[in-house]
């Protein structure tokens, strides 16, 4: 039994391919975790890490509450079950499943009724004699999981163990290895390259494409809430549906008409509240709807008010149900229908969207313009006197942003707007995600989004604006969010002295370590020493540029540090910070008295992030 943690985990293999880029994830005991994704996309690589058969490049990878990156993989408490069985065709069934307790030396008798024990749990106590030449796929498949088993492991990694297996016995064999599962209470990571193995197994689903992590949710999740089209068309068959159209509001609706053709369906825009703004003035998206929620049936068509003309070109008959396959304009639309019989290719008729569960996405990047979580409101207003006005609600201004007349825009981030404060609202609902609370309020006439630790019930609340992270464009006068981090260059150095790094003298020589950053030098703090020693190789680590990164709250004025010059204070009511020019960069630091002219900052560098300039991994 045991957690896992990875952390910003990477693999570069010696040729350059970079298979696993900044791979991040918490998984919680007797979790079953599957790694997805076409062939080449690292899941592999991601478990075989796990397992200790790669080296990882970069990151942090634990197993309950011990960092195993240089732990020999005998020691990791895992077993794994791969692909193609990896028996020993020389001995018995019973010989290969207790080879690895008789290595490890364990007694006979202690060997025999674990041995016994597994062959039971997987109904080969019969065949226990036999050669693995003598076994059917699926059999062999069996013992290679009762070597794993026998060692009672703290995690199961399986690399496609049903691949080779024919499909009626992969689904028997799916069904065994979560009956195992239920029964052994450990940990399970499982790799496939397919969906409905995935759909089926995992209680999460990690979904990779070209080593970088697509998404991680659970299976309901994925497939109602995809974020970005990959998602959406990799999970469940037949494919979602994807056409090109746009979206234009107008009032309380907004109007997606399909590429190429007459069809418009009229949306309500509360289906639509999420979809950020700049995607409803009639630029193109990407529409995506799953051929189940379109109906050709007589009666849905009747009552639905979204329904567009389909000229079916071949009709695909599954028995139980069809696939209804045609075009909408130059859509190219399926249709999963149980009433076959009605349609014949050449036929137009009627379909109906279930509009509600549309999906859309941007055409270039192919994320969802519609996140779970919208991460940003963006609201008409208008600055007057110091006062902001967003539909009627009006919202004093703090220092920073006075100055600003006339109608313009506010951005504000979802996870900007707080309670507690002194702005009047109304919060009308409170969806659940994840760990989070997404909470919809009124403000005057205003419709907007907040992002909350916990949940808000409907009724009366009161906001608080955090107006460092906005962006406010009035005319000619536009603030820009403070940012929430920065980067210093940087070296580590090693000194031989006579005193410790603290500067305290010492007869012997010692050796120290520092960070020289934008002309400065300090000590380096132990977590960094540890973190560059460890991942980087001696010559490296002493020649590597590196990037420090800190946040507004991580840097403090002192009598000697980094040089800069204060450029300007920005005063956002309940904090300052000072602009600092350090070289080329500007620095916002948080400052409590009124500064500027020539000062010097020393970072808090047990905080800064780190990583590494040139290949830009991140290490800390
Ligand atoms: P998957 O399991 O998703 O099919 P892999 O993890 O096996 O993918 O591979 C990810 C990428 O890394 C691929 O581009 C593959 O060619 C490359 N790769 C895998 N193993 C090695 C290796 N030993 N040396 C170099 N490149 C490798």
């Known amino acids: 039994m045991a957690n896992l943690s990875l952390k910003h985990i990477y693999k570069v293999y010696p040729n350059g391919t970079k298979a696993v880029n900044d791979f991040n994830m918490e998984i919680a005991d007797r979790e079953f975790i599957v790694f997805v994704g076409p062939s080449g996309c690292g899941k592999s690589t991601m478990l075989r890490m796990i397992a200790g058969l790669e080296d990882i490049s970069a990151g942090e990878l634990s197993i309950g509450d011990t960092v195993v990156n240089d732990v020999e993989p005998k020691d990791r408490d895992i077993a794994m079950v791969f692909q193609n069985y990896a028996l020993y065709p020389h001995m018995t069934v019973y010989e290969n499943i207790a080879f690895g307790l008789r290595v490890r030396k364990l007694p006979k008798e202690e060997i025999h009724s674990r041995v016994v024990h597994a062959a039971e749990i997987l109904g080969i106590k019969d065949y226990l004699d036999k050669k693995p030449k003598e076994m059917s796929g699926g059999q062999r498949q069996r013992v290679s999981l009762g070597r794993a088993i026998v060692r009672d492991p703290k995690v199961m990694l399986l690399d496609e163990p049903l691949s080779n297996l024919d499909a009626k016995l992969r689904t028997q064999m799916r069904a065994e290895i979560l009956k195992l599962h239920t029964q052994l209470k ?264 907040a992002v909350s630790a916990r949940r808000i019930e409907a009724g009366a609340v009161k906001l608080a604006i955090d107006f460092k992270r906005v962006t406010l464009t009035v005319g000619e006068f536009r603030a820009e969010p403070l940012p929430d981090s920065i980067r210093l260059a940087g070296t580590f150095v090693k000194k031989k002295e006579r005193r410790n790094a603290s500067g305290e003298p010492s007869r012997k020589k010692m050796i120290n370590f520092y960070l020289d950053l934008a002309g400065a030098s300090f000590p380096a703090p132990e977590n960094i020493t540890r973190k560059l020693l460890s991942t980087l190789s001696p010559r490296a680590v002493f020649s590597a540029q590196f990037l420090f990164e800190f946040t507004p709250y991580a840097l403090t004025f002192g009598e000697a540090g980094i040089a800069g010059e204060v450029l300007s204070v920005v005063d956002y009511g309940a904090e300052q910070f000072a602009l600092v020019r350090v070289g080329e960069e500007t620095v916002p630091v948080l400052c409590e008295r009124p500064i500027s002219g020539m000062v010097c900052l020393v970072p808090v560098l047990e905080q800064a992030g780190v990583c590494e300039a040139k290949s830009g991994i991140k290490l800390l």
């Open 186 to 449: 450990t940990t399970f990571i499982y790799v496939t390259h397919d969906q409905v193995e995935a759909m089926t197994m995992g209680t999460r689903i990690v979904v990779m494409k070209g080593g970088f992590v697509q998404q991680i949710d659970t299976p309901r999740n994925l497939y109602r809430y995809p974020a970005n089209k990959f998602v959406a068309g990799f999970i469940g068959t037949p494919q979602m549906n994807f056409f090109d159209a746009t979206l234009t509001q107008a009032g309380d609706k907004a109007e997606l008409s399909f590429a190429g053709g007459e069809a418009v369906l009229q949306l309500p825009m509360e289906y639509l509240r999420k979809v950020r703004p700049r995607y409803l003035c009639g630029g193109a998206v990407c529409a995506g709807i799953r051929a189940e929620d379109i109906s050709l049936a007589p009666n849905v068509v009747a009552a639905s008010p979204y329904k567009v003309k389909m000229q079916i070109s071949h009709v695909e008959d599954l028995g139980d149900e069809s696939l209804v396959y045609g075009t909408v304009g130059e859509a190219r639309i399926i249709v999963k229908t149980t009433l076959s019989h009605e349609y014949r290719a050449g036929d137009v008729c009627e379909a109906a969207f279930n509009v509600k569960k549309m999906h859309f996405f941007d055409a270039e990047t192919e994320e969802t313009i519609a996140p779970r979580l919208p991460e940003v409101n963006e609201l008409a207003c208008s600055a007057h006197e110091g006062k902001l006005t967003l539909a009627g609600a009006e919202i004093a201004l703090p220092p920073a942003l006075q100055g600003a007349e006339g109608e313009g825009t506010l951005l504000l981030p979802t996870d900007a707007v707080g309670f507690g404060g002194d702005i009047p609202a109304v919060a009308t609902d409170c969806e659940q995600v994840g760990e989070k609370y997404l909470i919809g309020l009124e403000l005057g006439g205003a419709r907007l989004f």
